[in-house]
């Protein structure tokens, strides 16, 4: 391992100045469950690791009527351990209480899972379908990306030299908002999806006003799918879901590798669409 | 060549101040530079929990967190689990219910148990196995494991 630095950013700027010294040699820490792993095994070689978990932002878990944000240094576990974070957003408990186990949700949160930028990062495709904004802070100032544009290759995102995620926000859901994620796994937990999928659907009666499916490790990114659009405006019937689900299965790009097959994988697909949108249709009557 | 820095912290309740490479794990901080060899290395990449220690009321993976970040933390292992000559209940009940053989992921699992029952006196199986997921072991096969938080926890 190539020896580096460690520097603990207590503001936005610090964290900012401390990153773009040293350019791509240089990788903000939040959790570290993948940053350290990455360092030792001699995938980044690094000059510097910038500490951007005592920043007030990076930290920031704030529910209001309007808008949830979550900063992005927060870990899974005060997701869902708030009570009223965890009932307001069963979906991305979901997703919060299966990465890793219990150690790594004490450390690891939604924000270094998407800056982790894997194709299998269960909460990706979660904050995708609640129509996340990341704030990512560099030298340049302060931009705003949509979620489904953050990851642009399997470990790879927008997030350029000097730069950090500070939070994400999201609409906070209203009246007839239901979300869920599901991946399919050999093992219950700790262990890495096969496929996986996020639903979330905004319901106005048994009206789908409007809706998002995600694809988790069918492709080499998460995968923003058409079935949404395909829902909206349609009746939450079973057939319409099932069909749904089949256009998310055509969507998927999988390869084969020591997890599954393509064939495997897309078929998956077909079958976690369809009952997280159920999920999610259930979720979304029962917020009414 | 990367200066050391300087952490001060709470182990076990006790202050320690010492200096650490800024890119050595807490893992080998404890093992190496501060002579507590009870927190044992498994896989050394988060998967196994047999380095698990307790940081902040939070039990995490010493392998995926860097001594220099314990600065102002408080850390407790399990050379602090019980007084020096005792047991805590759950060693004993390790010992009486067989719940381990080679013994090298035991430390991390008495850690991550203890955790739990300090949170929640009265966990069901299921609770007990899910909580425990992220400790491995490939002697017992679990079941004793499992057994031996269940009679504390009764």
Same mark, same amino acid.
């Given at each position: 391992?190539?020896?580096?630095?460690?520097?603990?950013?207590?503001?936005?700027?610090?964290?900012?100045?401390?990153?773009?010294?040293?350019?791509?040699?240089?990788?903000?820490?939040?959790?570290?469950?993948?940053?350290?792993?990455?360092?030792?095994?001699?995938?980044?070689?690094?000059?510097?690791?910038?500490?951007?978990?005592?920043?007030?932002?990076?930290?920031?878990?704030?529910?209001?009527?309007?808008?949830?944000?979550?900063?992005?240094?927060?870990?899974?576990?005060?997701?869902?351990?708030?009570?009223?974070?965890?009932?307001?957003?069963?979906?991305?408990?979901?997703?919060?209480?299966?990465?890793?186990?219990?150690?790594?949700?004490?450390?690891?949160?939604?924000?270094?899972?998407?800056?982790?930028?894997?194709?299998?990062?269960?909460?990706?495709?979660?904050?995708?379908?609640?129509?996340?904004?990341?704030?990512?802070?560099?030298?340049?100032?302060?931009?705003?990306?949509?979620?489904?544009?953050?990851?642009?290759?399997?470990?790879?995102?927008?997030?350029?030299?000097?730069?950090?995620?500070?939070?994400?926000?999201?609409?906070?859901?209203?009246?007839?908002?239901?979300?869920?994620?599901?991946?399919?796994?050999?093992?219950?937990?700790?262990?890495?999806?096969?496929?996986?999928?996020?639903?979330?659907?905004?319901?106005?009666?048994?009206?789908?006003?409007?809706?998002?499916?995600?694809?988790?490790?069918?492709?080499?990114?998460?995968?923003?799918?058409?079935?949404?659009?395909?829902?909206?405006?349609?009746?939450?019937?079973?057939?319409?879901?099932?069909?749904?689900?089949?256009?998310?299965?055509?969507?998927?790009?999988?390869?084969?590798?020591?997890?599954?097959?393509?064939?495997?994988?897309?078929?998956?697909?077909?079958?976690?669409?369809?009952?997280?949108?159920?999920?999610?249709?259930?979720?979304?009557?029962?917020?009414? | 060549?990367?200066?050391?820095?300087?952490?001060?912290?709470?182990?076990?309740?006790?202050?320690?101040?010492?200096?650490?490479?800024?890119?050595?794990?807490?893992?080998?901080?404890?093992?190496?530079?501060?002579?507590?060899?009870?927190?044992?290395?498994? &896989?050394?990449? !988060?998967?196994?929990?047999?380095?698990?220690?307790? /940081? +902040?009321?939070?039990?995490?993976? *010493?392998?995926?967190?860097?001594?220099?970040?314990?600065?102002?933390?408080?850390?407790?292992?399990?050379?602090?689990?019980?007084?020096?000559?005792?047991?805590?209940?759950?060693?004993?009940?390790?010992?009486?219910?067989?719940?381990?053989?080679?013994?090298? &992921?035991?430390? !991390?699992?008495?850690?991550?148990?203890?955790?739990? /029952? +300090?949170?929640?006196?009265?966990? *069901?199986?299921?609770?007990?196995?899910?909580?425990?997921?992220?400790?491995?072991?490939?002697?017992?096969?679990?079941?004793?494991?499992?057994?031996?938080?269940?009679?504390?926890?009764?």
């Amino acid at each position: 391992m190539h020896p580096f630095k460690y520097v603990r950013a207590t503001s936005v700027d610090e964290a900012i100045a401390a990153l773009a010294k040293h350019g791509e040699r240089a990788r903000p820490l939040a959790g570290g469950t993948d940053a350290l792993i990455m360092a030792r095994a001699g995938r980044w070689e690094l000059d510097a690791l910038v500490d951007i978990k005592h920043i007030p932002e990076t930290n920031i878990l704030e529910l209001g009527s309007s808008e949830f944000r979550l900063g992005a240094a927060v870990p899974c576990y005060r997701v869902y351990e708030d009570e009223q974070i965890s009932a307001v957003f069963p979906g991305l408990v979901d997703s919060a209480s299966i990465i890793g186990g219990i150690q790594i949700q004490s450390r690891a949160g939604l924000g270094g899972n998407l800056c982790n930028a894997s194709p299998s990062g269960d909460g990706i495709c979660s904050l995708i379908v609640h129509n996340t904004t990341c704030v990512i802070a560099g030298p340049g100032g302060t931009r705003e990306v949509a979620v489904e544009d953050f990851c642009t290759g399997p470990g790879r995102s927008v997030i350029g030299d000097g730069e950090f995620l500070v939070e994400m926000k999201m609409p906070t859901p209203q009246k007839g908002f239901g979300a869920a994620y599901q991946r399919f796994t050999p093992r219950n937990e700790m262990d890495i999806a096969v496929a996986g999928v996020a639903s979330s659907v905004q319901l106005d009666g048994d009206t789908i006003v409007s809706a998002r499916v995600a694809l988790s490790a069918v492709g080499p990114t998460p995968i923003l799918s058409s079935a949404g659009d395909q829902l909206a405006g349609k009746e939450a019937t079973a057939e319409n879901i099932s069909a749904a689900a089949q256009t998310a299965s055509g969507d998927a790009s999988p390869i084969t590798d020591m997890r599954g097959t393509a064939e495997q994988r897309t078929h998956l697909v077909g079958v976690l669409a369809r009952r997280t949108l159920e999920r999610a249709v259930e979720r979304a009557r029962e917020n009414n | 060549m990367v200066e050391k820095v300087r952490v001060r912290a709470t182990l076990n309740g006790e202050p320690v101040d010492f200096l650490v490479a800024p890119y050595v794990s807490l893992l080998d901080t404890l093992r190496d530079e501060l002579g507590l060899t009870g927190t044992k290395e498994g &896989c050394n990449d !988060g998967n196994c929990g047999a380095c698990t220690v307790n /940081l +902040d009321g939070r039990v995490v993976d *010493s392998c995926c967190v860097l001594g220099a970040e314990i600065d102002g933390s408080t850390v407790e292992t399990i050379e602090g689990m019980a007084e020096p000559g005792q047991l805590h209940p759950l060693q004993q009940s390790f010992l009486e219910e067989a719940a381990l053989q080679c013994g090298i &992921c035991t430390p !991390g699992f008495l850690m991550s148990a203890k955790a739990l /029952l +300090d949170k929640e006196p009265h966990p *069901s199986e299921e609770r007990i196995r899910f909580w425990l997921a992220g400790n491995l072991c490939r002697c017992t096969g679990y079941d004793k494991i499992v057994k031996a938080v269940q009679k504390v926890a009764k």
